[in-house]
């Protein structure tokens, strides 16, 4: 849980390197690349993760991995967190680093689950919904849930928008629990 | 039995489902990272706030304490064992609250508003929150009514107001919750046409039971039943089988039914019995919450916990009604140690306190008041006057009889003076004695604090007192009632009337036995 923390100040110190360069997207690029790098290979993680490993045992690999692939900015950033013993948390900081990203920019990230699959018509249409409710930009990620039923459940960091038919049986489920249907 | 026509049930759900495709529900989620002991933690719920009501699954909810970067503690009244890490719950956007009414008089419920009594739902249509800020200046008046206790003590020594806070505090086994209850079973009598006639307001009456034994609790409502007092009481109760936050947040209810009855200008009375378990529960959430420990563990805000549970306790400017509510805490001290952390604490906040001593207790003296140190900050304005001019003399009396006490095995010894000061003093302990749930009316209060500190029952031997003071009052009820009836009424005890009781007292020793 502390780690949270460790990583949400090392994501504010790259946001704060990324406002500072002339062009944040190239920055950006470079962290997905590092990001996606440690999200696919598991001896990856566990080489970031081991205290037997020396500092410079792992930023050497880290240079031979990366080395030309990314720019100046990004390699220091990594030696930096390598010197300060802080690799554990890299994956967590580059995770935090994109959160903080999207505040800035204007994003908001959205999961929809729905029963059925949708259409790219009603895809669509649902996006334009969901934008004009934030007043944002929306990054949406569709994925199918059986249990709905029917409908859609949308989640907006933590709020949840919810149109489905299950929420609707449950609260019926609990109006009829509670004996207050009545015939007025 | 009715019956239930098919096509009835038919319309009633069509009516239901008729509001089925609604707009869409829109609810804060977050997910439990931690559960247990009565406490959980949650991610996610970033606009929550504190104290705010908080649904779990299962019919659990919770109340938020803890607000950190990155995750919500939050406290549960409810079973923590039916909640799983990854449960998803909801924020339900109101601080925690309570429902209040009439219709909680004469019942057990718990904190949260339900009853336990097992007579059936509460039908209240109010809720408030149960943590409020205290009245401010403005809003006030000072305490001026008298709550008569029923205790010729109290009611002498340390007279407690209507709007006051008074500590009653002592060892396990003293009487202190004897003494709460003597006081909830005498406002019987402001409930009667007599005290409207008097001019004397209904007291409503609220036992907030934190962290007793459930076989306690029954037997103090069955008490109470007894005698008539449950109409005008209703009980809270928090056993030590109840989870921690639920004993946490009992007496923080019983203020807010309180201030329900007070705000409708009435008077109220709220027995909270004892903080000493109720600051115990709160130092285990709180340590669970991983607030750092101060001294004896309990964490830095204890002092805070109780001041603003205790500075509820109001009496209400005319404008806004002139309801009060009278507070009566109660503390157990651990082998008469009143300079530990809470009772420290308690005393410093509360308008006096009474104390109960095990040794006066076990030496018969009931109920076991140490009249020496026991004071009431406030409730001198509120004694009546017929009261007041007895007790000064009373107060006097017994000051001079325990200073000269330790001489008294030297008897014969002494000069004159002083042999009268403590045959004076032993008789006024002995008047000051009373049984448990009898209390007296003020007014045969008044007459019998008035012989003993003239003098009067200087001549009887001590064993023979009581026997008298039984007597006398049973002879005066049936034979002077008018007598009794004036002090009520007037509230004054004048020459005229002291001499009446002087003469009847003097025809009643001629007939009564002194030798038993």
């Not at chain 2, 406490?39 to 109340?63: H, Q, W």
């Not at chain 2, 009487?175 to 409930?191: E, F």
């Not at chain 2, 027995?271 to 101060?294: E, I, N």
């Not at chain 2, 309801?323 to 082998?335: D, F, K, N, R, Y």
């Amino acid at each position: 849980m502390s780690n949270l923390r460790v990583a949400k100040r090392y994501a504010s110190a790259l946001m704060a390197l990324t406002g500072e360069a002339k062009k944040p997207e190239i920055i950006a690029d470079d962290l997905l690349t590092v990001q996606s790098a440690i999200k696919s290979s598991k001896d990856l993680r566990s080489l970031l993760a081991s205290p037997v490993v020396s500092k410079q045992k792992k930023k050497a690999i880290i240079a031979e991995i990366f080395g030309t692939k990314i720019g100046s900015v990004v390699n220091q950033y990594l030696i930096a967190i390598i010197d300060k013993g802080r690799e554990d948390v890299l994956a967590e900081a580059l995770g935090q680093y994109f959160v903080l990203r999207d505040e800035q920019l204007g994003i908001v990230s959205v999961d929809v689950r729905t029963a059925v699959k949708f259409s790219a018509e009603q895809e669509k249409s649902l996006v334009r919904q969901l934008e004009s409710y934030t007043q944002k930009k929306v990054r949406v990620s569709f994925s199918l849930d059986k249990i709905l039923k029917g409908g859609f459940v949308a989640k907006v960091g933590d709020t949840t928008l919810d149109g489905s038919i299950r929420r609707q049986l449950d609260l019926l489920r609990s109006r009829l629990k509670d004996g207050s249907v009545s015939k007025n | 039995m009715a019956e239930v026509r098919p096509d009835e049930i038919t319309a009633v759900l069509r009516k239901q489902l008729s509001g089925f495709e609604k707009e869409i529900d829109i609810y804060d989620v977050g997910t439990v990272l931690q559960v247990g002991d009565g406490i959980a933690r949650l991610y996610g719920l970033s606009k929550v706030m504190a104290s705010e009501l908080i649904e779990f699954p299962n019919d659990v909810f919770g109340m938020v304490l803890n607000l950190e970067e990155d995750n919500v503690g939050c406290i549960l009244f409810g079973d923590d064992t039916k909640i799983k890490e990854g449960d998803t719950v909801k924020r339900t956007k109101r601080v925690a609250s309570m429902p209040v009414g009439e219709a909680m008089l004469g019942r057990v419920i718990n904190p949260l508003g339900q009853p336990i009594d097992g007579r059936g739902s509460i039908k209240t249509d109010k809720f408030s929150p149960l943590e409020r800020k205290a009245l401010g200046v403005i809003q006030r008046q000072p305490v001026k009514q008298p709550l008569q206790t029923g205790l010729k003590a109290i009611d002498g020594m340390v007279p407690i107001g209507r709007g006051q806070r008074e500590l009653i505090i002592g060892d396990r086994q003293t009487g202190k919750t004897a003494v709460a209850l003597d006081t909830i079973i005498n406002q019987k009598y402001t409930h009667s046409e007599k005290a409207k006639k008097d001019g004397v307001k209904p007291v409503y009456c609220i036992y907030v039971a934190i962290g007793q034994k459930g076989s306690t609790i029954a037997q103090v409502v069955t008490k109470l039943e007894e005698m008539g007092a449950m109409e005008y009481t209703a009980i809270i109760s928090a056993t030590a089988s109840d989870p921690a936050p639920l004993q946490f947040i009992a007496p923080y209810a019983g203020a807010t039914l309180g201030e329900y009855f007070r705000d409708s200008g009435r008077d109220v009375l709220v027995v909270y019995d004892d903080l000493s378990k109720h600051a115990a529960a709160y130092r285990q959430v709180s340590l669970l919450l991983r607030r750092p420990p101060g001294r004896e563990a309990y964490p830095g805000d204890v002092f805070y916990l109780h001041s603003r549970l205790l500075e509820r306790a109001s009496k209400l400017s005319d404008d806004l009604g002139g309801g009060s509510l009278t507070a009566l805490p109660i503390i157990e001290t651990q082998a008469g140690d009143v300079a530990a952390y809470i009772p420290t604490n308690v005393i410093s906040i509360t308008d006096g306190q009474i104390f109960l001593e095990p040794n006066l207790f076990n030496s018969g003296i009931r109920p076991a008041i140490n009249v020496g140190i026991s004071v009431s900050r406030v409730g001198g304005n509120a004694q009546i006057k017929a009261m007041k001019k007895v007790a000064g003399r009373l107060r006097l009396d017994l000051a001079q009889y325990r200073e000269l006490e330790a001489f008294a095995k030297f008897g014969s010894d002494l000069d004159k003076a002083t042999q009268q000061q403590l045959q004076r003093g032993s008789r006024l302990v002995e008047v000051l004695k009373q049984r448990q749930y009898v209390p007296m009316p003020v007014e045969k209060q008044v007459i019998m604090l008035y012989l003993g500190t003239s003098g009067f029952l200087d001549q009887l031997p001590i064993d023979r007192v009581l026997p008298f003071e039984k007597e006398f009052l049973e002879m005066t009820e049936t034979r002077h009632k008018d007598l009794l009836e004036v002090i009520a009424e007037k509230k004054e005890l004048t020459d005229d009337l002291a001499k009446r009781i002087q003469t009847i007292a003097k025809e009643f020793m001629d007939t009564f036995t002194v030798t038993a």
